[in-house]
């Protein structure tokens, strides 16, 4: 009986930890894809729902650089 009790236990924490595996990486996915602008000049990446002004202050005021300069592609 004990030992049917043991068992469960081990399936029931095999079960949790694929499910934190698997929760763990598709939120990895979620961010990579979240973080579309990087700058090129620092490495700096920025979120999609950055707006192309707030990318140019960063280029501005960090590199005094044009916005293409450090987001090539990212037109304001
Ligand atoms: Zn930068």
């Known amino acids: 009986m004990g030992g049917g ?10 079960k949790n930890a694929k499910k934190n595996a698997a929760g763990a990486g598709s939120q990895l996915k979620v961010n990579a894809a979240a973080q579309t602008f ?8 920025f979120q999609s729902t950055t707006k192309p002004p707030q990318l140019l ?20």
């Open 38 to 45: 990087k700058c090129v000049v620092c490495m700096t990446t």
């Open 57 to 76: 202050i960063h280029a501005e005021n960090k590199h005094k650089k044009t916005l293409a300069d450090c987001f090539p592609g990212v037109t304001a």
């Open 5 to 14: 009790n043991g068992m469960k236990s081990a399936m029931s924490r095999e």
